[in-house]
């Protein structure tokens, strides 16, 4: 915005230069109201821009005590702050190019359309900045905070398990896994870590072309979000004979390291983050169940539709229909614990959020699709009965949360009966 600023600025003044007159709609005063008015303009827009950063750093700080550090890029990225700041800045950078162009002396010059764009972008910043006050009280709330990463996770799952995964896996890869993985610990070529820090993302492009060029079948020992130490395996490679130092650098470069982890391919790491906020309202300090149970709602949401969704295949085939790569899978069962287990031993003191963990698997549960997830989701809803009878000192509140859990496993079992007569069906 900036840049497209001084851009405009610079054109401004050339159409003032080549109409070298006073238009009827422009500005119309002279050199030093002119000066007067940018100084002014330039003045405020720099103030208010400070102000503004002063503003954001102070939600920074709230979001981080109350929220987490992690939270803090929702904030960074904010397209809505973004665009208040680039705003300010831009107006300030344009009327400072226009100032210098402004002469009283003999050769009189006051670039009157400029002047003119110029109290435009002041009256536009004016209106921007009631925006971001508006906008700031708004993104600190914690449901709006919560909404906006489950947004991310939902978005995140549309990516990653998209509803069309395209070449469906091959009908012997149960088989194939058993001979592959076998033969990758007595005779696979370990490649190690370059580096430590969290896998970000790992280019699959890449590592496919590499697989392919060489004849390799890969087995891929970490997946995004895992933390790697320079020199642990990464992946190993089969047969030994062709892969040499070339080799391993190209596939060493397909994982991109960092030090903090990312939502580009790693679902856990956004959905940890409705966890980590869930766990800090539960906290003795803060003792808020009713965020914890708005990141709840949102979590069974996210896993809902992920319960829909079908899980690529670990193994991934080139063009021709040969393995080249064995990937670390996603399972549901893996993510379903991930996010419910931390809530559930930090809340299990609390009659609310165990009631509603349990009304959240009922949730997923009319939604499943395997019966594998259906079988994560009672052993999930028995922990949480269990976990009851200790959390729980009042007879009421665990007879309300046994209730409950006996809607759960009825739900469970509806669901495996619809199951069973879609497959005689589909067999049929």
Request: charge should be negative; glycine fraction near 6%; aromatic fraction near 8%.
């Amino acid at each position: 915005m900036t840049f497209l600023a001084l851009c405009l600025a610079f054109a401004s003044i050339a159409l003032d230069d080549a109409l070298n007159g006073t238009i009827g709609w422009a500005y119309g005063g002279g050199p030093e109201g002119a000066r007067d008015l940018l100084a002014a303009i330039a003045a405020s827009m720099i103030t208010v821009a400070g102000v503004s950063f002063s503003v954001m750093i102070v939600a920074l700080t709230l979001a981080s005590q109350q929220f987490g550090p992690r939270l803090l890029r929702n904030f960074m990225r904010d397209t809505g702050n973004q665009i208040v700041l680039g705003t300010f800045i831009a107006t300030f950078t344009y009327c400072l190019i226009v100032l210098r162009t402004i002469r009283s002396a003999e050769s009189e010059f006051v670039p009157h359309v400029s002047v003119t764009l110029a109290i435009v972008f002041a009256l536009a910043s004016l209106g921007v900045l009631i925006y971001f006050i508006h906008h700031a009280a708004v993104s600190i709330q914690a449901p709006e905070l919560i909404a906006m990463v489950a947004n991310d996770v939902e978005t995140g799952i549309e990516r990653l398990f998209p509803e069309k995964l395209g070449r469906s896996a091959e009908e012997n890869d149960e088989k194939l896994s058993e001979r592959s993985l076998g033969d990758f610990e007595a005779h696979g070529r370990v490649i190690p870590a370059a580096t430590t820090g969290y896998v970000q993302s790992i280019a699959n492009d890449s590592l496919m072309a590499v697989a392919k060029q060489n004849d390799l079948i890969l087995l891929l020992k970490c997946r995004p979000g895992d933390f790697i130490i320079e020199g642990e395996e990464l992946a190993k490679a089969r047969p030994e004979d062709c892969v040499d130092e070339e080799v391993t650098r190209k596939i060493q470069r397909a994982f991109v390291y960092g030090n903090q982890r990312t939502h580009l391919q790693d679902l856990e790491f956004s959905l940890q983050q409705l966890v980590e906020v869930a766990v800090r309202a539960l906290s003795p300090g803060v003792n808020d169940p009713f965020t914890a149970i708005n990141c709840i709602d949102r979590i069974a949401a996210a896993l809902s539709l992920l319960a829909q969704r079908s899980f690529p295949s670990p193994f991934r085939h080139d063009e021709g229909g040969s393995l080249r790569v064995i990937a670390k899978p996603v399972q549901f069962a893996e993510v379903l614990n991930a996010t419910f287990d931390p809530i559930r031993q930090y809340g299990r003191s609390s009659p609310l959020v165990t009631l509603r963990l349990l009304e959240a698997i009922s949730r997923i549960t009319k939604r499943a699709t395997r019966e594998g997830d259906l079988a994560a989701l009672f052993n999930q809803a028995l922990v949480i009965e269990r976990g009851s009878h200790e959390g729980l000192p009042e007879e009421r509140d665990r007879e309300a949360v046994k209730e409950r859990f006996g809607h759960t496993v009825l739900t469970l079992q509806e669901r495996r009966a619809w199951q069973e007569e879609q497959a005689r069906r589909a067999i049929r």
